[in-house]
């Protein structure tokens, strides 16, 4: 049995603990703060410590110009300064999926047109997915019938956009697997549709913490059709069960603007959809959050000071 095996992760300027991670895991990417130059990765384990241990990739990845190949990856420009920068970025799947792309936010350095843009191209026809010189306060997303889409962005400040691969056999946007810390999702785009949907996304992030999830906007239709159009989330527990957590149905939703804590690393969130369908869909944003017993936190308490140097 395992006891205490914890990587500790220190910023070496803040002299404090950043994250912990405990338990086990499938692969996942930590972004760091280019502005952090150097930092201590510590491990600690007891004298039962009997499982295969971990493997660490670290590696710098520059702002843009970058080709991206995974099933679900973020994707995020920003420059602190007014300087020009064009970027360039591909994004590669296998040919039996299609990319969905989510935009939390886009801002440019100016309001000229013509300098400043977001654009995406399908690689295989060469033709314009979206093109947009506009700031955007509020979620956006694109759902494409593609697996390989181009990237061209000129004199940005700030564009984050996650984008998400589904099997092509599925509705554009309907579902797939996440491995990030945090993200936005949505609904495909219903429209006129009128054919049952049955849309799962898996979320999973590094044990021990647990995922919060808001909507920002949620609106499955008339509550007459709650047996029929709805959103289920499920609780993955370890061995495999899925345990229902929460199901939502209906318009304004009342706890749609509120934080739902889900006390599990894995989490499962299934959208279902009627012919009958007469609402416009949801739009959520998911976190990590830290549930450390009063103990744990008192234990970590004493790495928040780095070890000395040798």
């Keep these: 049995m395992i006891?205490?095996?914890c990587m500790i992760m220190f910023f070496e300027r803040k002299l404090k603990l950043s994250t912990y991670y405990c338990g086990n895991s499938t692969g996942f990417k930590l972004p760091i703060d280019?502005?952090?130059?150097?930092i201590i990765l510590s491990f600690h384990s007891d004298e039962f410590f009997e499982y295969p241990g971990f493997n660490i990739t670290i590696q710098h990845?520059?702002?843009?110009?970058?080709s991206y190949t995974k099933l679900n990856d973020h994707i995020d420009y920003y420059r602190g300064t007014f300087e020009e920068v064009q970027c360039v970025d591909d994004i590669r799947v296998p040919d039996d999926y299609k990319i969905s792309f989510y935009m939390q936010s886009i801002f440019f350095n100016t309001y000229n047109c013509s300098t400043s843009f977001l654009k995406f191209i399908d690689l295989h026809t060469n033709q314009t997915l979206l093109e947009t010189c506009q700031d955007r306060f509020t979620y956006s997303s694109l759902h494409t019938n593609t697996s390989a889409v181009r990237i061209y962005v000129d004199h940005f400040s700030y564009i984050k956009i996650e984008y998400i691969a589904v099997n092509r056999s599925l509705p554009a946007g309907c579902g797939g697997e996440i491995y990030?810390?945090?993200?936005v999702l949505s609904s495909p785009y219903y429209d006129n549709d009128r054919n049952f949907s049955n849309c799962r996304w898996d979320i999973k992030v590094p044990s021990?913490?647990?995922i919060r999830i808001y909507f920002s906007s949620f609106d499955m239709g008339s509550k007459v059709n709650c047996p029929l159009d709805n959103v289920t989330i499920y609780k993955i527990l370890p061995n495999g069960y899925e345990e229902v957590f929460l199901t939502l149905c209906g318009q304004n939703w009342a706890g749609a603007?509120?934080?739902?804590?889900?006390?599990?690393?894995h989490i499962a969130i299934v959208s279902k959809k009627s012919p009958n369908f007469d609402g416009s869909g949801w739009t959520l944003n998911f976190y990590t959050y830290d549930e450390r017993s009063k103990f744990e936190k008192k234990l970590f308490n004493l790495f928040e000071t780095p070890p000395a140097t040798p």
């Design 61 to 66: 990845q520059q702002t843009c110009n970058n």
């Design 180 to 183: 990030n810390n945090d993200g």
């Design 34 to 38: 280019d502005s952090e130059k150097s």
């Design 208 to 210: 021990p913490n647990y």
């Design 257 to 265: 603007w509120d934080a739902v804590k889900i006390p599990s690393s």
């Design 3 to 5: 006891k205490t095996v």
